[in-house]
């Protein structure tokens, strides 16, 4: 492409700085703005000079590579939600033989896991189990986090999925997935073996803890958690003191029934006793007046009677009550039988959903292995999983990285712009003859090139712009 006038090769070259400096350093001083904001304005800025058309700007934005981006993210939320990283974390650990063999365990699961779900979600979401393996054995967490860094992106460079940029090189190249694993594996492969290598000799004295060490941490671990356990509401002691005393309440309902009393309290009793006395006392002092005795005799009747009504009653409401209690224990039964028939209902539902997530994510890998459209199979997969779920998806589409998505749009605009300035062509021409494939000095120096640039202005855009 020859060279544009000099008034747009300048302009251009303005919007593209800004769009560079901004990307690159997203908290500069003087424009704070962020990433995705400064993309937007370097497409703003190559339209408003007239760098490019408002709808060659419209064009330059490559739908493709938003969907597949999008459908990835979506399949990467579901995979979480059904616990996939969990059971990552989870392989981690699994017979760890020490701090060597945990290394090159998280080089090769972080590999071949964002080879297949994207580096980033791999590096948010295993850092977490990461952590925590780390400080359950006593180890130093920086071996670790650097091995999943690296790991992460080297593994993600062998599918078209893997990264934004591999997204952009595969579709706009049109190179199948296939063809792109293949030709990337074998790289990858030696890639991982070197790393671990590496991080192996740096951390060789770092990792090296002897076995006693680890069972006395791991026996701290434990004591500490127990320490935590004994500080909480434990339900099991609580019922069981509950049943000691309505076992105690039982026992005693019942002597008081064996005994005949019928729940005769002391009071009650005591009453009883004072009023024989009075009787007693009435008839031995020899009663002069017969009024007078038929009087006393009328209210100790009267008094008799009236005791004999109220131990009726409390007999029939302690007989009531014991007779409750009898039926809370069927009761409990009938409720605790009823929540585990609904909790075994949610379990079973549960794993039939995670099945289905698993499924459909196989179904994306193998269509996009037999050279399916890759945008398609990924938005399929994506609504097919959202469509699975059947409620109401706001909460997973939330999770999706709009602003980058928005971040490619801006960046679609501003490279396009900046390639019809002819900077890139005119460069391109000087480093062509010496950077042929066909000789090694050619490959190295495309190599090389290539390093500067993804380092100095970010991988995405020295994918786009090559």
Request: with cysteine; aromatic share 8%; net charge neutral.
């Amino acid at each position: 492409m020859a060279m544009a006038g000099p008034v747009k090769v300048v302009l251009g070259s303005v919007a593209f700085g800004i769009f560079w400096i901004l990307a690159v350093f997203p908290a500069v001083p003087f424009l704070p703005i962020g990433r995705t904001a400064g993309s937007l304005l370097g497409a703003m800025l190559m339209v408003i000079f007239r760098v490019i058309s408002p709808d060659e700007a419209y064009d330059a934005i490559d739908l493709p590579i938003l969907g597949l981006l999008f459908g990835t993210m979506v399949v990467s939320v579901f995979l979480e939600r059904a616990d996939m990283f969990k059971y990552l974390g989870k392989l981690l650990s699994w017979k760890s033989r020490g701090g060597k063999d945990l290394l090159f365990r998280i080089c090769l699961i972080s590999a071949i896991a964002s080879a297949l779900f994207t580096n980033d979600t791999c590096c948010v979401v295993l850092t977490e189990f990461i952590l925590k393996i780390a400080r359950q054995n006593n180890l130093p967490p920086q071996p670790f986090l650097l091995a999943l860094a690296s790991s992460s992106n080297i593994g993600s460079a062998a599918t078209p999925i893997g990264n934004p940029q591999n997204l952009v090189i595969a579709v706009q190249s049109g190179i199948s997935f296939e063809r792109f694993l293949w030709g990337i594996l074998p790289a990858m492969i030696v890639g991982i073996l070197v790393n671990a290598s590496i991080l192996l000799v740096y951390f060789w004295k770092l990792l090296s803890i002897e076995k006693d060490e680890e069972v006395v941490s791991t026996a701290g671990d434990v004591v500490a958690e127990d320490d935590v356990t004994l500080h909480r509401f434990s339900p099991a002691t609580m019922s069981h003191v509950t049943s000691v005393n309505s076992q105690e309440f039982g026992s005693a309902i019942d002597a008081v029934v064996l005994n005949g009393d019928f729940g005769r309290t002391d009071s009650q009793r005591s009453r009883t006793n004072s009023i024989d006395i009075d009787i007693q006392t009435a008839s031995s002092g020899g009663i002069e007046s017969m009024r007078a005795s038929n009087a006393s005799r009328e209210v100790a009747e009267g008094a008799a009677i009236s005791l004999r009504r109220d131990q009726a009653v409390s007999s029939r409401r302690i007989l009531r009550g014991t007779s409750n209690l009898r039926n809370i224990p069927r009761e409990n039964a009938s409720v605790q039988a009823s929540d585990e028939k609904e909790g075994s209902i949610e379990r079973w539902k549960r794993l039939w959903w995670k099945t289905c997530v698993y499924l459909v994510t196989m179904g994306m890998l193998v269509a996009l292995l037999m050279g399916l459209n890759m945008s398609w199979s990924a938005i399929t997969a994506a609504l097919a999983l959202v469509v699975l779920d059947f409620k109401d998806a706001r909460p997973c589409l939330e999770k999706v990285s709009y602003s980058l998505l928005i971040f490619f749009c801006g960046m679609f605009i501003t490279v396009d712009g900046f390639n019809k300035t002819g900077i890139p062509s005119a460069l391109w021409e000087l480093v062509e003859p010496h950077a042929r494939i066909d000789s090694a000095g050619g490959v190295a120096l495309l190599s090389l090139v290539i390093l500067v640039l993804s380092n100095v202005a970010s991988n995405v855009p020295t994918g786009k712009s090559s």
